[in-house]
C-alpha cells in the first residue's frame, strides 16, 4: 500500500464516483463530509486535512496576507495533493479518473489552481467562494469539463470580481460552467 501523506477519512460508497472533499481554513477532513454526502450519497469520499497551519488553522497552501496566495507554495502544493490523490486512489481502489473536487475557500483555491496546473486530475469540480489563484499562459484544455462557482456579492474575504474574474479563466479553457454569486441584500 502506498504511503498517504496527508491525515485524511475516507469512506467508501457503492459508486464509482469519488468527491474529494477541501476544506476552508481551519477546517479539517470532517467539515465537508455531510455536504459531499448531501451531493452524493453513494460517492466515495476522500477527505483530506491542509497541511499548513496559519494561526494554528489548517489550510492547504500559504498566503502572504488575506487574499495574497503564496503562489509558489500553492503550485508545490497543488501537485503534492494531487500526488496524494493518486496513491488514495491505489490505496483504495477507487477510480481515478472519476475524482470530483468539492472545495470550499482555501480548498476551493488549491482545487482551481490544480484544474489549471493539471487538467485532467478531476472530472469535475464545485468550487464555492474561489478566487482566482494565478495567471496561466497558455490556458489549460478543460474542455467539457464541469465546474460550478460560487460567490458572494458582499463575501468580505473573497471579492465577487475575483470568482468572476476565475470564471472567466476557466470558460476561456473550455470548462463547462455553471456558477451562481449570492444577490447583494439592502
Known sequence: ?????FVH??????DDLTILALH???GDENDLLPLARMLHPTANVLSPRGQVLEGGMPRFFRRLAMGVFDVEDLKVRSVELVRFVDAAAEAYGFRRDLVVAVGYSNGANIAGSILLLEPKAFAG??????MKPFEVDPLPT????????SGGQRDQMI???QTVALKEMLG?????????LG???P
Open 142 to 149: 478543460l474542455e467539457g469539463t464541469p465546474i460550478f462557482l
Open 1 to 5: 500500500m502506498p504511503e498517504l501523506e
Open 24 to 26: 476552508g481554513t481551519g
Open 172 to 180: 476561456s479553457a473550455g470548462a463547462d460552467l455553471t456558477m451562481y
Open 159 to 161: 471579492p465577487a470580481d
Open 125 to 130: 469540480a464545485a468550487l464555492l467562494h474561489a
Open 9 to 14: 477519512r475516507y469512506e467508501p460508497g457503492a
Open 183 to 185: 444577490p447583494r441584500r
